[in-house]
């Protein structure tokens, strides 16, 4: 290969399937989800494939997050326990639903939720646990469920993912999607709620729909809610690219593979790997753990700065929730304190880039590592 590669784009180029769906939506003039009939196709098509009964389409996925806590009862007074290393709307959400977030430390391994660090957290006021899917495998769930806690499963990255052959979205007791750009399906933004459980589906329905009640009339609003409606036209093109979901997912899981394999040769330079039980991983992130140490003591930014210089652009990744303002003090995080300050990460359209051009991020950081260390 000579020079880097030109890494593919993300979302792919638009179909001809969803260019029909957009058109009919258009030409129809149901551009909403209550006058159109896409949105309510598409959720019943999705939730199927997650290994749940019902699903509700919202306006992006962190609202979805906090419709889910909404309808488990949490409000002003109650606390959720959420993972230090995750993105900060896990949070936010429970910060919009009145809750105060508290953030458990992750795994040395895995950089997933600790159970046990989560179990030294639970009091009076907990009122559910967020199971965050990192990266697109799927977080410990029945060591999480046995907390005696409603589990929310944040899969904003886990699209396809699964647990013991069971999929995200079936894994705890609500689980919520992201379709914003970067995410495995997208519409630009967009979220959506699944649940096996009919009472949750209702209420989050309600919820997100002003009030209103399934079997209600249009003026009928028993309770307060919002409107946080998907738009027909969201629905149809997303509904196209769940039928190339998983060819997706494969070629992403071959490049990460090649990655794996390429990083045996780079001392300092290795794959965060999924918990145990994963069987299916969306590689939504390969997550790297990076040893200063071998790479001539120079910290994470001149090593970020110096795989971009060789044509390489990864991402610093997350700082800890624990060192967020609003986010209430736990108890330590020093894992995932330490992960902001080690961990860097190869987003998922670079790992559907053929072999050899995965392969090139490992012989690229090779030379970064011999001239860090000359």
Avoid at 104 to 114: F, I, P, S
Avoid at 151 to 165: C, K, L
Avoid at 277 to 302: C, I, N, Q, V
Wanted: charged share 20%; hydrophobic share 45%; net charge negative.
């Amino acid at each position: 290969m000579n020079g880097p590669p030109q890494w593919p784009s993300w979302p792919p180029p638009a179909t001809d399937e969803q260019r029909r769906a957009l058109l009919a939506v258009l030409d129809s003039g149901r551009w909403g989800a209550t006058s159109g009939t896409a949105t309510e196709e598409f959720a019943a098509a999705f939730a199927g494939h997650a290994g749940a009964a019902h699903g509700v389409c919202t306006v992006n996925g962190t609202v979805a997050l906090f419709l889910a806590l909404r309808a488990l009862g949490v409000g002003p007074g109650d606390e959720v326990i959420v993972p230090a290393y995750t993105f900060a709307a896990s949070a936010t959400a429970v910060a919009l639903a009145g809750a105060d977030p508290v953030v458990a430390d992750v795994t040395e391994d895995t950089l997933h939720l600790d159970p046990e660090a989560a179990r030294a957290l639970v009091g009076p006021r907990t009122k559910a646990v967020m199971a965050v899917h990192l990266a697109g495998a799927p977080a410990d769930t029945e060591a999480l469920r046995a907390l005696g806690l409603p589990v929310v499963e944040d899969a904003a990255q886990a699209h396809g993912a699964a647990r013991h052959g069971r999929p995200a979205g079936s894994l705890g007791d609500v689980a919520c999607f992201s379709f914003q750009s970067s995410k495995a399906m997208t519409a630009g933004e967009g979220g959506i709620v699944v649940t096996g459980d009919r009472v949750l589906y209702e209420r989050v329905w309600a919820l997100h729909n002003v009030g209103r009640s399934p079997e209600g009339g249009w003026y009928d609003h028993p309770e307060v809610g919002w409107n946080l409606r998907m738009t027909e036209f969201q629905a149809a093109l997303l509904h196209p690219q769940l039928g190339l979901l998983d060819g997706w997912l494969d070629r992403r899981a071959r490049g990460a593979a090649v990655l794996a394999e390429a990083l045996g040769g780079v001392p300092g330079l290795d794959l965060v790997p999924a918990p145990p039980g994963t069987t299916r991983h969306t590689w939504h992130l390969a997550m790297l753990r990076y040893d200063s140490g071998a790479f001539g003591g120079r910290p994470k930014e001149a090593f970020l700065a110096a795989m971009a210089a060789e044509g390489v652009p990864l991402d610093a990744g997350y700082r800890s929730l624990s060192r967020v303002p609003y986010v209430k003090p736990g108890a330590p995080c020093p894992v995932a304190e330490a992960a902001e300050e080690s961990v860097v990460w190869v987003r998922q359209p670079m790992l559907m880039a053929d072999g050899e051009a995965v392969a090139y991020i490992a012989r690229a950081a090779e030379v970064v590592r011999r001239r860090f260390r000359a």
